[in-house]
């Protein structure tokens, strides 16, 4: 007798077929539940405790024999619980969230097919369907009819892709590298930028100071006369600029870096312009904020990431080109064991990744299933509730705002009178933990709260993002009630 379980695989003939599907329906059935409830357990679960410690340890352990799929579940159930909650309504420290429905039915089908989007011949639907998906929303950004894109496990290797590809341009670094050079490469970035850009400074040979970051006003936005500044400083001291990165939706305070200006600087000195939409590229699905994105034409790249603002399962990222062909020019490296297609390209060969998910399926699934209007409604109610959020903070004397939020992003502090940095950092760190508590005595948190406590300015604020489309002016309320009653208990 074999030592496999009949449910190993999904058999191709159907042998196993009532055993799967048992399997799979528990399987659901699980989800659902724990899916279905997420507002009652904790939005971030104290996942220390020493007894869930030494289950897990225990757990991790691989088996000589077969476990009892049972078994498993239940195992399952506790490390569904121990997750982090993105679907609680009050989850709203990050900018994760609730996936889309189809968005994890995409996921299910794409593990069950398997498919590798290294090649055509892989991934023969995928791989065509890809470039169809991403060549709509790169002219979504007005970025033309020649423009595409590929997706990236991250907005990280998307960000790495970008430059990658306007360094090859710019030193003609395909073959022979960077070494060499007499004059050493720098990009130009907000000093708020994601570290993503820091990163692939550093992998791609230039270090990690080639990305000189850019001085910022108080909204957090790139000042101009600086980057115009430290261009010409970057030229008197014999380096060599290639590009310049706008943000849109900073990763503290989800604001917009002057796109247009930036870009035409970037045009002026003909530097490659990318924008790191990673977050706020989602406006393009709104006609009532897309504005907010004016000048964003003007990239050579676009960073976006469809795992944040669209609601879409991670991971869902892309990277977009005004001209795709520069893609296919300046990063391509030809894999002799693939197939040919005269039309379509491997898309193994024009992204940092080799072998890939296909992360395409669960994004057209939700684009296809909630439709621009479905997203436009939904970035609609999250600025609203964002107004809300914001009015309530202002008129409280003792609270102060990072900066004038222009996404769902708000980031703001309690500044009690009288008290140093230091206080007020701790006390700021107090208030994040009293509103993720349950005040309910049957541990009901409903009315739990996430916020995360990011470092900004070397101090501590709370961040909150008011992504998920299940969140009410109750939820808000209720967060506000508690603040307010904090503050009185600690004043």
């Known amino acids: 007798m074999s030592v496999l379980p009949r449910t190993a695989f999904i058999d191709p003939t159907g042998d196993n077929r009532a055993e799967i599907e048992a399997l799979l329906q528990k399987t659901v059935a699980l989800l659902l539940d724990e899916m279905t409830q997420a507002a009652q357990r904790s939005p971030l679960p104290n996942t220390d405790s020493s007894t869930d410690i030494e289950a897990l340890t225990r757990w991790a352990s691989i088996p000589e024999q077969s476990v009892n799929f049972d078994e498993l579940l239940t195992r399952l159930r506790s490390h569904l619980q121990q997750s982090m909650n993105a679907a ?38 995928f791989s065509r369907l890809e470039p169809l998906v991403l060549a709509q929303i790169a002219q979504r950004f007005g970025l033309g009819a020649r423009s595409g894109g590929v997706m990236a496990s991250g907005g990280s290797l998307a960000n790495l892709q970008a430059l990658t590809v306007a360094r090859n341009i710019a030193f003609n670094a395909v073959k022979k590298g960077i070494v060499g050079l007499t004059h050493r490469p720098v990009f130009f970035v907000s ?55 706008a943000t ?24 490659w ?53 520069l893609l296919k020019a300046h990063f391509r490296i030809a894999a002799p064991y693939m197939g040919d297609d005269p039309q379509w390209p491997n898309l193994g060969e024009l992204t940092i990744q ?43 004397p003792h609270l102060r705002l990072a900066s004038e939020p222009e996404m769902n992003l708000v980031c703001f502090r309690w500044e009690p009178e009288g ?15 009293h509103l993720l508590k349950s005040d309910e005595p049957k541990a009901d948190y409903t ?12 101090r501590r604020w709370l961040k909150a993002v008011l992504l998920n489309p299940y969140i009410q002016l109750s939820t808000l309320n209720a967060l506000f009630a508690r603040l307010d009653a904090f503050v009185r208990s600690r004043s």
């Open 88 to 125: 609680h309504p009050g989850y709203i420290g990050h900018m994760d969230s609730i996936p889309t429905t189809l968005s994890v039915v995409g996921d299910l089908v794409a593990a069950a097919l398997n498919n590798n989007l290294l090649s055509v011949e892989m991934s023969p639907v």
């Open 191 to 245: 000093e708020v930028a994601h570290t993503s850009l820091q990163k692939a400074a550093m992998m791609m040979g230039l270090g990690s100071q080639a990305a000189i970051a850019l001085r910022t006003n108080a909204n957090s936005q790139v000042d101009i006369h600086d980057l115009e500044a430290k261009l010409s400083e970057a030229e008197s001291l014999g380096q060599q600029p290639f590009a310049i990165v």
């Open 248 to 271: 849109a939706g900073t990763t503290v305070t989800g604001n917009i870096d002057p796109i247009a200006r930036m870009g035409r600087i970037a045009k002026a000195h003909q530097l």
């Open 273 to 325: 312009f990318h924008v790191d939409a990673a977050y706020g590229g989602s406006l393009i699905f709104s006609e009532a904020q897309r504005s907010r994105l004016a000048g964003i034409e003007q990239a050579d790249s676009i960073t976006f990431n469809p795992q944040k603002w669209l609601y879409v399962a991670k991971t869902c990222a892309t990277v977009l080109f005004k001209n795709v062909d």
């Open 354 to 396: 080799g072998t890939r998910h296909a992360d395409i399926l669960k994004l057209w699934l939700s684009l296809q299933h909630i439709g621009t209007a479905g997203y436009s409604e939904i970035i609609s109610h999250n600025y609203d509730i964002t107004t809300h959020f914001t009015e309530r903070v202002k008129s409280r």
């Open 419 to 433: 008290s140093d940095r230091e206080r007020q950092d701790s006390l700021n760190a107090d208030l994040q933990r």
């Open 447 to 458: 009315n739990a709260i996430f916020l995360s406590l990011p470092t900004y300015r070397n």
